[in-house]
């Protein structure tokens, strides 16, 4: 009995041995894992035994992405995605540093581990795809690369699934996946409570289209244990954007690309190819998250020598009369906003309080004859309405120091501005206006292509081509969300997507919520710069529509919000005279360094930033509906310097809604290691400038 019991455990153990020996052979079980330079953050990457690839990632030690796979599918081919042996691996690490030549801070630390692990099926047709994965301190980045296959040059791909499995019900701030906008207001609900179907109807714009329960990125997300992390992709060039697919039940989110109606793909990309990074923000603590530079870190350096012709700056502009209905674009109209006179009523408004730029919309021909169907070859982006001398107010610009910003409107007739791109920047180029803001209001034609499809991405790197030929820099509106490719390219200074500051003029709901903003910081903000326009002085606007803001706050948002553009958006009756528009004439456009010193996701947050050249510095924190005290610890001024402060804080009794202009001001000397607290209102913020004194 003893014996048998004996044989058949030796049996087992011995069948055992072999099937284990067999599988090694046969499916390789080795997990190839990669560490971050401070090793608080790692991947492993293995494949399954049916010769799936899969990856997972820790953070500090504890797994924060369970075990996820990834799947291509193709026209015309077998899906990628098992059956697959490594064929080679090939590691790196890189330390280095590079300067932006505009942005956040000066100098960028970029430190990371790479591992290229190149992927081979088994079986005809043999094909290989690569998989890069980057691993930063704050985060990591994966991409793929298809290479060069035998008698194919192209690849027609109709899905990517790329999955991340979470650990837990994390709370997770979203906007539905709108395929054609940006401008839904964020919700906040545990991963399992999303929801974006049931918005299916939430018409934003006048265009929209929720097809998936799915959400755009950047998504943040926080567990339970308070950990950060927000997923968003860099780099995005040639490819159709990412979304992320709400998986439940299963805790996890696969890519969703927006695809091609016209042409029933999603991208159809030249090989050998590489996708854009997927990547995941992964930090302790809020502030972190917009402290980290892992998106532009991801994107390949400059292609672009010299940008010195675009300067940073701050801008007035014939735009907030026209949303809040004192004028109009269009030239038969009761009010014709962009007149020659009123231009120049703005420079002298501009030259006077140190603000370098004047965006004028409404300027040329089209604007009375953009219906909702006729679009196609209405806009001329060359030829002026007859009471508006555009050579004339560049001049006048020119002389007071104060630089026009050209506006393209398209009306999302794309194919009608592609035909007139040439034209339009040579326009610029001749009149030396160095920056466009670009607009795409409506349904994308050609017809079947959408806002953020592959079609439309490269539609807007022509844009950014074509500005570098003419040397303009571009702002787009309704744009394709930014990726990082500002390293790249650096006329790509700033853009829309998101609900701006213009939905306070009108929107239907009444506006931003106070804890917009304070959202924004940690979301869309993560991806790069935001054209929001702050600056409103005048808080009500209509019976419906006011600034759900404090003074205050308002001030603040120049130093919170980035952007290597700023508009003073109000009109200039509404600053004249009112001392708080001393810190919009002062405050910084372009920074040495920049500390995130505090904040909360949708609470409140605080930042300062140093301004480059002159080193002074300039502090805004806001907060959402909920009034809260701050204490700054001014330890990041220089040690051996005295400031001259000036604070604008919420008054007492300041509140968003019963008193957004309660403001006090108060001027004081500051010096490295002085300790303030403060109080801001429900809605509230606070603005500090802090010169160096001389
Ligand atoms: C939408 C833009 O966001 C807004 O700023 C602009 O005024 C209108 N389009 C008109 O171009
Ligand atoms: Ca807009």
């Given at each position: 009995?003893?014996?048998?019991?004996?044989?058949?455990?030796?049996?087992?153990?011995?069948?055992?041995?072999?099937?284990?020996?067999?599988?090694?052979?046969?499916?390789?079980?080795?997990?190839?894992?990669?560490?971050?330079?401070?090793?608080?953050?790692?991947?492993?990457?293995?494949?399954?035994?049916?010769?799936?690839?899969?990856?997972?990632?820790?953070?500090?030690?504890?797994?924060?992405?369970?075990?996820?796979?990834?799947?291509?599918?193709?026209?015309?081919?077998?899906?990628?995605?098992?059956?697959?042996?490594?064929?080679?691996?090939?590691?790196?690490?890189?330390?280095?540093?590079?300067?932006?030549?505009?942005?956040?801070?000066?100098?960028?630390?970029?430190?990371?581990?790479?591992?290229?692990?190149?992927?081979?099926?088994?079986?005809?047709?043999?094909?290989?795809?690569?998989?890069?994965?980057?691993?930063?301190?704050?985060?990591?980045?994966?991409?793929?690369?298809?290479?060069?296959?035998?008698?194919?040059?192209?690849?027609?791909?109709?899905?990517?699934?790329?999955?991340?499995?979470?650990?837990?019900?994390?709370?997770?701030?979203?906007?539905?996946?709108?395929?054609?906008?940006?401008?839904?207001?964020?919700?906040?609900?545990?991963?399992?409570?999303?929801?974006?179907?049931?918005?299916?109807?939430?018409?934003?714009?006048?265009?929209?289209?929720?097809p998936f329960n799915a959400v755009h990125t950047p998504f943040t997300m926080r567990?339970?244990?308070?950990?950060?992390?927000?997923?968003?992709?860099?780099?995005?060039?040639?490819?159709?954007?990412?979304?992320?697919?709400?998986?439940?039940?299963?805790?996890?989110?696969?890519?969703?690309?927006?695809?091609?109606?016209?042409?029933?793909?999603?991208?159809?990309?030249?090989?050998?190819?590489?996708?854009?990074?997927?990547?995941?923000?992964?930090?302790?603590?809020?502030?972190?998250?917009?402290?980290?530079?892992?998106?532009?870190?991801?994107?390949?350096?400059?292609?672009?020598?010299?940008?010195?012709?675009?300067?940073?700056?701050?801008?007035?502009?014939?735009?907030?009369?026209?949303?809040?209905?004192?004028?109009?674009?269009?030239?038969?109209?009761?009010?014709?906003?962009?007149?020659?006179?009123?231009?120049?009523?703005?420079?002298?408004?501009?030259?006077?309080?140190?603000?370098?730029?004047?965006?004028?919309?409404?300027?040329?021909?089209?604007?009375?004859?953009?219906?909702?169907?006729?679009?196609?070859?209405?806009?001329?982006?060359?030829?002026?309405?007859?009471?508006?001398?555009?050579?004339?107010?560049?001049?006048?610009?020119?002389?007071?120091?104060?630089?026009?910003?050209?506006?393209?409107?398209?009306?999302?007739?794309?194919?009608?501005?592609?035909?007139?791109?040439?034209?339009?920047?040579?326009?610029?180029?001749?009149?030396?206006?160095?920056?466009?803001?670009?607009?795409?209001?409506?349904?994308?034609?050609?017809?079947?292509?959408?806002?953020?499809?592959?079609?439309?991405?490269?539609?807007?790197?022509?844009?950014?081509?074509?500005?570098?030929?003419?040397?303009?820099?571009?702002?787009?509106?309704?744009?394709?969300?930014?990726?990082?490719?500002?390293?790249?390219?650096?006329?790509?200074?700033?853009?829309?997507?998101?609900?701006?500051?213009?939905?306070?003029?009108?929107?239907?709901?009444?506006?931003?919520?106070?804890?917009?903003?304070?959202?924004?910081?940690?979301?869309?903000?993560?991806?790069?710069?935001?054209?929001?326009?702050?600056?409103?002085?005048?808080?009500?606007?209509?019976?419906?529509?006011?600034?759900?803001?404090?003074?205050?706050?308002?001030?603040?948002?120049?130093?919170?919000?980035?952007?290597?553009?700023?508009?003073?958006?109000?009109?200039?009756?509404?600053?004249?005279?009112?001392?708080?528009?001393?810190?919009?004439?002062?405050?910084?456009?372009?920074?040495?360094?920049?500390?995130v010193l505090d904040g909360e996701v949708g609470d409140y947050v605080c930042i300062?930033?140093?301004?480059?050249?002159?080193?002074?510095?300039?502090?805004?924190?806001?907060?959402?509906?909920?009034?809260?005290?701050?204490?700054?610890?001014?330890?990041?001024?220089?040690?051996?310097?005295?400031?001259?402060?000036?604070?604008?804080?919420?008054?007492?009794?300041?509140?968003?809604?019963?008193?957004?202009?309660?403001?006090?001001?108060?001027?004081?000397?500051?010096k490295k290691g002085d300790e303030k607290s403060f109080v801001l209102a429900t809605?509230?913020?606070?603005?500090?400038?802090?010169?160096?004194?001389?």
């Amino acid at each position: 009995m003893n014996n048998l019991r004996k044989n058949k455990y030796n049996f087992f153990w011995i069948f055992g041995f072999f099937i284990t020996i067999f599988s090694c052979t046969k499916t390789e079980q080795t997990v190839i894992d990669l560490k971050s330079p401070s090793e608080n953050i790692g991947i492993e990457f293995f494949l399954k035994s049916d010769g799936s690839p899969n990856y997972l990632v820790k953070f500090n030690n504890q797994l924060i992405i369970d075990t996820s796979a990834f799947k291509f599918e193709f026209e015309g081919q077998s899906a990628f995605n098992k059956g697959l042996r490594i064929a080679k691996v090939s590691k790196k690490s890189v330390s280095e540093t590079w300067e932006m030549p505009w942005g956040e801070q000066r100098v960028v630390a970029n430190n990371y581990n790479e591992v290229v692990i190149k992927l081979k099926e088994r079986q005809a047709p043999k094909r290989s795809l690569s998989i890069y994965f980057r691993v930063y301190d704050d985060g990591i980045g994966l991409r793929y690369e298809f290479h060069e296959q035998e008698s194919v040059d192209s690849l027609v791909i109709t899905d990517e699934k790329t999955t991340f499995k979470l650990l837990g019900n994390h709370t997770c701030w979203w906007t539905p996946a709108d395929w054609d906008c940006y401008e839904h207001l964020y919700r906040t609900s545990k991963f399992s409570d999303i929801d974006v179907l049931s918005l299916k109807n939430e018409h934003t714009l006048a265009q929209s289209h929720i097809p998936f329960n799915a959400v755009h990125t950047p998504f943040t997300m926080r567990t339970e244990s308070g950990v950060h992390l927000s997923f968003h992709e860099a780099a995005l060039v040639d490819y159709a954007s990412m979304t992320l697919e709400i998986d439940a039940k299963n805790l996890a989110m696969n890519s969703k690309l927006v695809s091609s109606e016209r042409f029933g793909y999603a991208a159809k990309v030249k090989l050998p190819f590489k996708t854009p990074w997927r990547s995941i923000q992964i930090v302790e603590k809020a502030k972190d998250l917009i402290a980290s530079n892992l998106i532009l870190n991801l994107n390949e350096p400059s292609k672009v020598k010299d940008v010195s012709w675009f300067k940073p700056m701050k801008y007035v502009g014939i735009w907030w009369e026209m949303h809040v209905g004192k004028s109009s674009w269009a030239y038969k109209s009761k009010v014709h906003g962009a007149n020659t006179k009123n231009a120049k009523k703005y420079i002298d408004f501009a030259a006077k309080h140190n603000i370098g730029g004047l965006l004028v919309e409404g300027w040329n021909t089209g604007w009375e004859d953009w219906t909702s169907d006729g679009r196609e070859g209405i806009f001329d982006f060359v030829t002026p309405y007859p009471d508006y001398n555009l050579e004339e107010v560049v001049k006048y610009g020119r002389q007071k120091g104060v630089e026009i910003i050209m506006h393209n409107e398209t009306a999302s007739a794309v194919t009608t501005y592609e035909k007139q791109l040439d034209t339009a920047f040579k326009l610029m180029n001749k009149l030396q206006i160095h920056s466009v803001k670009t607009g795409y209001v409506g349904k994308i034609i050609p017809k079947g292509e959408y806002h953020h499809s592959q079609w439309m991405v490269n539609h807007h790197m022509r844009v950014v081509q074509a500005g570098l030929k003419y040397q303009v820099a571009i702002n787009a509106h309704e744009p394709i969300k930014p990726t990082g490719l500002r390293r790249t390219y650096p006329n790509i200074i700033s853009r829309e997507g998101l609900r701006g500051q213009e939905f306070n003029a009108w929107a239907a709901d009444g506006g931003n919520p106070p804890e917009h903003l304070p959202i924004v910081a940690f979301t869309r903000m993560l991806a790069g710069p935001i054209d929001f326009t702050p600056g409103v002085f005048k808080f009500k606007i209509s019976e419906k529509n006011s600034i759900n803001t404090t003074l205050a706050q308002q001030l603040a948002l120049y130093v919170v919000i980035y952007s290597p553009i700023q508009m003073a958006c109000d009109l200039p009756e509404n600053y004249e005279g009112n001392p708080a528009f001393q810190f919009i004439s002062d405050v910084g456009v372009d920074w040495e360094q920049t500390k995130v010193l505090d904040g909360e996701v949708g609470d409140y947050v605080c930042i300062a930033r140093q301004e480059r050249n002159t080193l002074n510095w300039f502090l805004g924190a806001i907060t959402d509906e909920n009034s809260r005290p701050i204490n700054i610890k001014f330890d990041f001024l220089d040690e051996s310097k005295e400031y001259e402060a000036t604070i604008y804080k919420d008054a007492e009794n300041a509140h968003w809604k019963n008193n957004p202009t309660g403001l006090v001001i108060e001027k004081m000397l500051l010096k490295k290691g002085d300790e303030k607290s403060f109080v801001l209102a429900t809605g509230g913020g606070l603005a500090i400038s802090l010169k160096i004194k001389k």
